[in-house]
């Protein structure tokens, strides 16, 4: 796959479960290199959508395709990094014994396996507490080691649901200059969020309201063409006002 191809691809895509329609002709695309963020209220849809995109879930309707492939495929998992809204960690293991088992999942070996677990710790400001359990962690300091734990393996896509809920101001902002970084090395980066002053730092924004995505752009072209100054008021606009 060359890098002017997308690397995420959704193309009418739908989602029904039971009966009710949680996604309805979702149609974006991601870049490589791209923050593409997607922006909506709880019970938007933004999840169901990460989930399609990881292959986790799989569309009624239309199609995903990822890394040039129709999802879900199971081959692309070691290419992508996926951080889910709850935190799949072993509360009884400390945060470095957790790194070290989602290491070897992704098949890191030796030397290498020890620098990416350091390198992750640091990111997320964890180091003094690498030897502490995690059921003794925060909820904030759980979602920085989940964070940690979607970056090992170096993805070429990385999926984050919400990755900043319950963190402390100055840790957010490292984390969006880490996001930014990897961004300018190439990687594509999938973020939901609803938190406003996160928006405005993607490259491109899919805003979803009731399971349809209401308008894509970046934060610039998203405002200017809804005669707004902010994200927030921009979204009001798209959306038909106040959500329910």
């Known amino acids: 796959m060359s890098d002017t191809s997308p690397r995420v691809l959704v193309d009418g895509a739908g989602r029904t479960i039971d009966g009710r329609a949680i996604l309805s002709d979702i149609r974006l695309s991601v870049g490589a290199g791209e923050i593409f963020g997607l922006l909506g209220p709880s019970g938007s849809g933004k999840t169901t959508l990460v989930r399609l995109i990881a292959g986790m879930d799989e569309a009624n309707g239309g199609s995903v395709t990822v890394l040039g492939r129709r999802m879900p495929d199971w081959s692309n998992l070691a290419r992508i990094g996926y951080?889910?809204?709850?935190?799949?960690?072993?509360?009884?293991?400390?945060?470095?014994?957790?790194?070290?088992?989602?290491?070897?999942?992704?098949?890191?070996?030796?030397?290498?396996?020890?620098?990416?677990?350091?390198?992750?710790?640091?990111?997320?400001?964890?180091?003094?507490?690498?030897?502490?359990?995690?059921?003794?962690?925060?909820?904030?300091?759980?979602?920085?080691?989940?964070?940690?734990?979607?970056?090992?393996?170096?993805?070429?896509?990385?999926?984050?649901?919400?990755?900043?809920?319950?963190?402390?101001?100055?840790?957010?902002?490292?984390?969006?200059?880490?996001?930014?970084?990897?961004?300018?090395?190439?990687?594509?980066?999938?973020?939901?969020?609803?938190?406003?002053?996160?928006?405005?730092?993607?490259?491109?924004?899919?805003?979803?309201?009731?399971?349809?995505?209401i308008a894509v752009g970046t934060p610039d072209e998203l405002k200017r063409e809804a005669g707004a100054d902010t994200i927030e008021a921009a979204f009001l606009v798209y959306g038909g006002g106040a959500s329910s």
């Not at 962690?137 to 734990?149: D, P, T």
């Not at 970056?151 to 930014?180: C, F, K, M, N, Y």
Request: hydrophobic share 45%.
């Open 83 to 213: 951080m889910a809204q709850s935190d799949a960690l072993y509360g009884e293991l400390t945060a470095e014994e957790n790194l070290d088992f989602f290491a070897s999942l992704y098949g890191l070996r030796g030397g290498e396996r020890s620098r990416r677990i350091a390198e992750a710790l640091e990111l997320v400001r964890l180091e003094a507490d690498r030897r502490k359990q995690v059921r003794h962690f925060s909820g904030g300091m759980k979602r920085r080691l989940s964070l940690a734990a979607s970056l090992l393996h170096r993805p070429e896509l990385l999926l984050l649901d919400e990755p900043t809920v319950g963190i402390d101001p100055v840790i957010r902002q490292s984390i969006w200059a880490e996001l930014a970084r990897l961004a300018a090395d190439g990687v594509s980066i999938v973020v939901t969020t609803h938190v406003m002053d996160e928006a405005d730092r993607c490259h491109r924004l899919g805003m979803i309201r009731d399971g349809r995505v």
